[in-house]
């Protein structure tokens, strides 16, 4: 008897056991803290030299499209001996380990959920400083990737209502009901929220499958598509004065060309991607921002889906504003 009894405590304490591992992760506390903001774990003397100074230029690389330099991503130096308690909640931690065999380690839900902790470690500086920069690119795409879905996340919390976009265009898009529709018709829809100093924008319309060829010449064509359909529905203030001579004025929104565009490629909802972004402002007006346009493929429906979101923030930092756009925009769904 006293056998069975034995091994029936035995087989609760296996079980509790194996159940402690996700019962701990399930009880993890949420996450905290700003959108782009990165907490890197470090002594003093390693973030006042050579390593510090090695992460302030990964994370700190400059965003291109912006009409002023703003960095990838806002960083708070935390010391070891203070990591704990409140401080190990954010959502993206860079932590670095000196002393130890070199390597790096992406790990989620460590501290809180959802949560991303890069831990590089090396046995001197110099191993530190190496692979901080072989995995640049990699720390920088973790981070970014966290903080869209974040950025998704806490927007869906207040999702719009509108059928419309569905109905004539066949797809699905997120957006907070914040945003409103401020123009539509049968192959387009410009949506916009109010901020600040100024609005954050979307436009999204539809292409024949022929408007848009592969070739060397391909930014040329979304730059000159994107200003026909600025040019038809994105008018200026002063869109339809008369000038002093008599002449009225033609005010729409048009790409800045002093400005050369970033164009590359990417996938979004599965399907390739023509990504572009730059500066746009408006003709004879004093208006313009940064904009980010996805021409994405869909052969299916033998069609191109332009998605570009625009901010007009004056006087402001726009690295978030064009980071919720981003966001809204890789939530599309398409039938």
């Known amino acids: 008897?006293?056998?069975?009894?034995?091994?029936?405590?035995?087989?609760?304490?296996?079980?509790?056991?194996?159940?402690?591992?996700?019962?701990?992760?399930?009880?993890?506390?949420?996450?905290?803290?700003?959108?782009?903001?990165?907490?890197?774990?470090?002594?003093?003397?390693?973030?006042?030299?050579?390593?510090?100074?090695?992460?302030?230029?990964?994370?700190g690389t400059p965003i291109y499209g912006l009409p002023q330099d703003e960095p990838?991503?806002?960083?708070?130096?935390?010391?070891?001996?203070?990591?704990?308690?409140?401080?190990?909640?954010?959502?993206?931690?860079?932590?670095?380990?000196?002393n130890k065999?070199?390597?790096?380690?992406?790990?989620?839900?460590?501290?809180?959920?959802?949560?991303?902790?890069?831990?590089?470690?090396?046995?001197?500086?110099?191993?530190i400083i190496s692979t901080l920069n072989a995995n640049a690119d990699k720390i920088i795409e973790t981070f970014r990737d966290v903080e869209l879905k974040e950025r998704l996340r806490q927007m869906s919390k207040s999702n719009h209502t509108h059928t419309s976009i569905e109905e004539k265009l066949g797809l699905t898009i997120d957006f907070p009901s914040i945003y409103r529709i401020a123009k539509e018709s049968d192959n387009f829809f410009w949506v916009r929220k109010e901020i600040t100093t100024g609005t954050n924008n979307l436009m999204i319309y539809t292409l024949p499958f022929d408007a848009i060829t592969r070739n060397d010449s391909v930014v040329n064509q979304i730059i000159k598509v994107r200003d026909s359909v600025g040019e038809l529905y994105i008018r200026g203030r002063q869109d339809g004065e008369l000038k002093a001579n008599g002449d009225k004025i033609e005010s729409y929104m048009i790409t800045e060309n002093a400005y050369t565009p970033?164009?590359?490629?990417?996938?979004?909802?599965?399907?390739?991607?023509?990504?572009?972004?730059?500066?746009?402002?408006?003709?004879?007006?004093?208006?313009?921002g940064p904009?980010?346009?996805?021409?994405?493929?869909?052969?299916?429906?033998?069609?191109?889906?332009?998605?570009?979101?625009?901010?007009?923030a004056p006087s402001v930092e726009k690295r978030n504003y064009m980071l919720e756009l981003e966001a809204i925009i890789r939530s599309v769904k398409i039938k």
């Open 1 to 59: 008897m006293r056998k069975i009894i034995f091994s029936a405590v035995a087989l609760i304490l296996l079980v509790s056991c194996g159940d402690k591992k996700t019962s701990d992760k399930s009880m993890l506390p949420d996450s905290s803290g700003n959108i782009s903001h990165v907490s890197v774990v470090l002594g003093n003397d390693l973030w006042d030299g050579s390593v510090g100074e090695a992460i302030r230029n990964i994370l």
């Open 72 to 98: 990838m991503f806002s960083v708070s130096q935390i010391p070891a001996s203070v990591f704990s308690g409140f401080v190990t909640k954010n959502r993206t931690i860079l932590k670095i380990v000196p």
């Open 101 to 127: 065999e070199a390597g790096i380690k992406f790990v989620d839900d460590v501290y809180a959920k959802p949560q991303k902790v890069i831990t590089v470690s090396g046995k001197t500086r110099e191993e």
């Open 262 to 288: 970033f164009h590359g490629e990417t996938i979004v909802d599965n399907k390739p991607t023509l990504e572009t972004k730059g500066l746009w402002d408006l003709k004879a007006d004093f208006m313009g």
């Open 291 to 312: 904009f980010i346009n996805y021409a994405i493929e869909d052969k299916i429906n033998k069609r191109w889906v332009v998605i570009e979101g625009f901010a007009f």
